[in-house]
């Protein structure tokens, strides 16, 4: 067995390996990967093969870390809920009943580990007549918050959050609210979203024309909307906070095998589309592991081969030895036998060979090594037909392969927590930073470097020293004394250009039968023009879809990257924030939270108004307490700029950081939250009275890692963070 990282075991302590009643971990990872392959070879035995001898094969692919499947086949393989599969697609009919039952299947789906993607575009749109009732329809929007709020109350088995995708065809009525409808930061927190597009409107959008709208429950054309002026709405959202994406859905449905049906929506990343009903197996090789410099290219082909072929014949096991949360769902899967093997460390391959991420020769290699990887797996896949049969909705005329076990072999997901215990980069982004902090023991800070980059440096710098350098960049291009060979070869995100992401996501979706998830990067500074033109380049070059992220453009963004963080500007408003007296009274309040006890300390004015806010929690120099101090800056800053306790109190109660429901008797949820509880003390006090009753909102902070506090990535439309290994995604 390869040698795990820290961090892999940490992630895989807090929500992979078993536990006893107590929640103590009573497995190790050796034993994991044994329970799962086992598990998994059990499809083997009913077809009267050597299910031991396949275990064993199995186990040395995954406990070598060339391969590992989705989470929930990591989780609940060879356990009693057998739920194996990453995501689904269900169908949201125009009926009442209809609606609430996708809301029934959603939790069943949740609580077992899975994700969910629906189109919204059979209801009828808002105001639309309901005959049964005489009343109106509310429309897609406001029954996608039912689904939003069902999410927030399922806890999926103690091991993922729920996560969904809502799509809506850019024809339906109520496009333009679907759009706006994610501008409120504090709602469909549990939501992506993306708009379907159609060819016919980006027809209208080159031919700068209108494009009909049309009315699901009759099928009538019931107005027209500009394209231009529709586009133009996505584009400011996505420029604004990442969403909606897009999903060119008719490309989607010229690749689909099975004829006869209609791919309405994807998974929550974006990366597989989905028949209603249907869910997906993925998994993914590292492809850091397949470096061979003797060979032509420097990728050992005849071992990744060897890994494909056996990949593909566990994922189709999976789909066998899987237990369905809905009978529906296993009819259609089974009749596809969709698998998606997909890859990670890709980025790592890239440095290892000394290959730039946006040069000519990454992007033809990205196209070799997808092509190799998808001719090895529907050979695979003809040879499980030829011994197992084709998959029983096989059509000559339409499937991808003249004979196969599989409707669909490969898709490029987003690897997230996977990547973590594989030590690799995530799917086919590049490196997001050369160093990152973990904290440990709430105070020390660990920087953690990629290997890569201190294998090479190492010759000429010490650890410490690197490890000095690297604090606060996310990028190494300004440092000139490391060879600028070197920063060609290590670049990271952000310095690579929209058009470079997107050719790159473009190189591996022409050799991937179902999509690629990947995030399209933007600096803070970028336009809308641009991100237009990264919409328009990823048409022209044949995605099946496309998620951007502008840096720091979501409320609340961690920009910290080792240990210290980006300077921000400062406010050019001049603020008068008076002479402060040299002594001053006021009051300390202590409130329970989740990272120890804080206390908030206000003091007033002479004439009884208040005036600062110090707020302390825990010992001195740690996360939490750093982040309750600048809470306390700039409160009194905003209350020395004459804005009243009230209106601070509203902005920061109810702000949630963790998954329970609050500490102590007065639920806090956060630091922020705690600080607002103090200060509806405070004005208890004040006016001898209890607080006055304040509109309440309920805010999730989405900058932040909702286990660590630590910083996120935005990675193919999963978040990730690297501190702790919370991931959103498989």
């Given at each position: 067995m390869k040698e795990l990282t820290k961090n892999a075991i940490t992630v895989l302590e807090r929500r992979y390996l078993l536990k006893d009643a107590e929640g103590k971990v009573i497995e190790t990872p050796d034993q994991m990967f044994w329970r799962v392959a086992q598990a998994v070879a059990e499809a083997d035995r009913s077809k009267n093969s050597n299910a031991l001898d396949w275990a064993g094969k199995y186990y040395d692919m995954m406990s070598n870390l060339d391969f590992l499947p989705n989470s929930p086949t990591l989780m609940n393989a060879g356990r009693e809920l057998g739920q194996l599969s990453a995501c689904f697609v269900l169908p949201v009919g125009d009926s009442m009943e209809e609606i609430f039952d996708a809301i029934k299947n959603t939790a069943l789906i949740h609580k077992s580990g899975g994700g969910t993607g629906f189109s919204f575009s059979r209801l009828r749109p808002s105001n639309d007549r309901v005959n049964s009732t005489s009343g109106v329809s509310?429309?897609?929007?406001?029954?996608?918050?039912?689904?939003n709020s069902a999410t927030d109350v399922i806890k999926q088995g103690g091991t993922r959050r729920g996560a969904n995708m809502g799509i809506l065809r850019v024809d339906h009525p109520d496009i333009k609210e679907f759009i706006r409808c994610k501008e409120n930061p504090a709602e469909f927190n549990n939501f992506n979203i993306s708009v379907a597009i159609t060819d016919?409107?980006?027809?209208?959008?080159?031919?700068?024309?209108?494009?009909?709208?049309?009315?699901?429950?009759?099928?009538?054309?019931?107005?027209?909307?500009?394209?231009?002026?529709?586009?133009?709405?996505?584009?400011?959202?996505?420029w604004k906070n990442g969403e909606p994406g897009i999903v060119f859905i008719d490309r989607m449905n010229e690749d689909n095998p099975l004829p006869g049906t209609v791919i309405e929506s994807t998974n929550p990343c974006g990366e597989q589309p989905l028949l209603p009903y249907e869910s997906c197996n993925l998994g993914s090789i590292n492809l850091g592991n397949f470096v061979d410099e003797k060979e032509a290219g420097g990728v050992d082909y005849h071992r990744l081969r060897h890994v494909v072929k056996l990949a593909v014949r566990f994922l189709d096991d999976v789909i066998d030895v899987n237990r369905y949360p809905l009978p529906e769902i296993e009819e259609v899967t089974k009749k596809s036998r969709k698998i998606g093997l997909g890859v990670m460390g890709w980025a790592d391959l890239l440095v290892k060979l000394r290959i730039p991420y946006n040069s000519d020769r990454a992007f033809k290699l990205a196209g070799d090594v997808m092509e190799f990887i998808s001719l090895q797996a529907w050979e695979a896949s003809e040879d499980l037909a030829r011994e197992r049969g084709a998959y029983p909705g096989y059509c000559a005329d339409t499937a991808k392969a003249p004979l196969s076990r599989n409707a669909t072999v490969t898709t490029i997901a987003p690897t997230g927590s996977i990547s973590i215990i594989a030590?690799?980069?995530?799917?086919?982004?590049?490196?997001?930073?050369?160093?990152?902090?973990?904290?440990?023991?709430?105070?020390?800070?660990?920087?953690?470097?990629?290997?890569?980059?201190l294998r090479v440096m190492g010759e000429t710098m010490s650890w410490l020293k690197i490890t000095e350098r690297l604090k606060g960049k996310t990028s190494i291009q300004d440092m000139e004394d490391i060879p600028e060979d070197i920063r060609r070869v290590f670049l990271t995100a952000h310095d690579i250009s929209p058009m470079e992401h997107v050719r790159m996501q473009a190189a591996f979706q022409k050799f991937t039968d179902n999509a690629v998830s990947k995030t399209v990067n933007f600096p803070n500074e970028a336009t809308k023009k641009d991100v237009e033109a990264a919409f328009l380049y990823a048409w022209d070059m044949g995605c099946k879809g496309v998620t951007v992220y502008r840096d720091g453009s979501r409320d609340n963004q961690v920009l910290?990257?080792?240990?210290?963080?980006?300077?921000?500007?400062?406010?050019?408003?001049?603020?008068?924030?008076?002479?402060?007296?040299?002594?001053?009274?006021?009051?300390?309040?202590?409130?329970?939270?989740?990272?120890?006890?804080?206390?908030?300390?206000?003091?007033?004015?002479?004439?009884?108004?208040?005036?600062?806010?110090?707020?302390?929690?825990?010992?001195?120099?740690?996360?939490?307490?750093?982040?309750?101090?600048?809470?306390?800056?700039?409160?009194?800053?905003?209350?020395?700029?004459?804005?009243?306790?009230?209106?601070?109190?509203?902005?920061l109660s109810d702000i949630s950081c963790h998954s329970h429901h609050g500490m102590g008797d007065k639920r806090v949820q956060s630091c922020a939250d705690a600080v607002s509880k103090a200060i509806r003390e405070y004005i208890g006090v004040k006016t001898h009275n209890s607080a006055p009753v304040l509109e309440k909102k309920k805010v999730r902070v989405n900058g932040a890692c909702k286990e660590c506090g630590g910083q996120i990535e935005h990675e193919g439309g999963c978040v990730v963070c690297h501190s702790c290994g919370f991931s959103e995604c498989a």
């Open positions: 509310s429309g897609p929007v406001s029954f996608m918050r039912v689904f016919e409107f980006m027809g209208a959008l080159a031919d700068d024309d209108v494009y009909a709208l049309v009315n699901p429950h009759t099928g009538e054309v019931v107005g027209t909307e500009s394209a231009a002026e529709i586009f133009e709405m996505i584009v400011d959202r996505a030590n690799a980069s995530s799917g086919v982004e590049p490196l997001f930073a050369i160093a990152y902090t973990k904290t440990v023991m709430d105070e020390d800070k660990l920087v953690e470097v990629h290997p890569e980059f910290s990257v080792a240990s210290e963080a980006k300077p921000v500007a400062e406010e050019k408003t001049p603020i008068d924030k008076g002479d402060r007296p040299s002594m001053l009274l006021g009051r300390t309040f202590k409130q329970q939270t989740g990272c120890g006890s804080i206390y908030v300390t206000i003091n007033e004015t002479p004439e009884g108004k208040p005036f600062e806010l110090f707020a302390t929690i825990g010992k001195a120099g740690g996360c939490a307490d750093s982040q309750s101090q600048a809470i306390g800056r700039m409160v009194s800053m905003a209350w020395r700029s004459g804005i009243t306790a009230e209106e601070v109190l509203r902005q």
